[in-house]
């Protein structure tokens, strides 16, 4: 068991002191989740972003296929960076975003630590993009986390049949690239929230 002392505050409040322990099995977890999250910050759409034009209206004609070696590179790099964030966003693997905020949530009853995961969970779950407005095609709005985790459900991970056909009138409006260019963008902003609770298990772990 280990014990961990922290000190937290917001604006010009006063500090607070809060203390929780952590088992051997609550800091594999930790270890875990930081290199899930290290892997994922090597990857180029990480690092550099996506390049895409994407246009509404325009999906009526067949996509063509990748036509050179950049187009086909581009098309690997965002796999990768899909195959680095699945233990991370997928609720249901062992380290995931969620179970780990929720394990440092409990250890630290403070609300002052509930206060800075609410933060950190803000970013995980909001488009980076709704404070310009909402998009929606067929009442499906683009700028959600809920649509997103029905992308990732439907075509990247769990090739769910309904959750493809909620989205269809999205691909056959901007096609399938244009429709996997908006949400990795969204993942890509989105993962910052990885990063922020990387940084609170690193200070646990290396406390």
Known sequence: MKEITMSMSF???KPVRMVANFSDDDLALLKQYCEHAARLRETRIVKEGISSVISF?????????LENAEDEWQFELIGSFLHHLRPLFLEEEPASFVKVAGLIGRRFSHRAMKRHLKVIRGVHERSPFSGFGQITVADVPL?????LKKWLYAFEYHQDPEKKEYLR???ESIGKDGTRAIFVKQLREQARAYFYLESLARFIIDA
Do not use: H, L, M
């Open 11 to 13: 604006d010009d409040e």
């Open 57 to 65: 209206g325009q999906a009526s004609k067949p996509e063509p296929p």
């Open 143 to 147: 700028w959600d986390y809920k649509t």
């Open 169 to 171: 009138d999205i691909e």
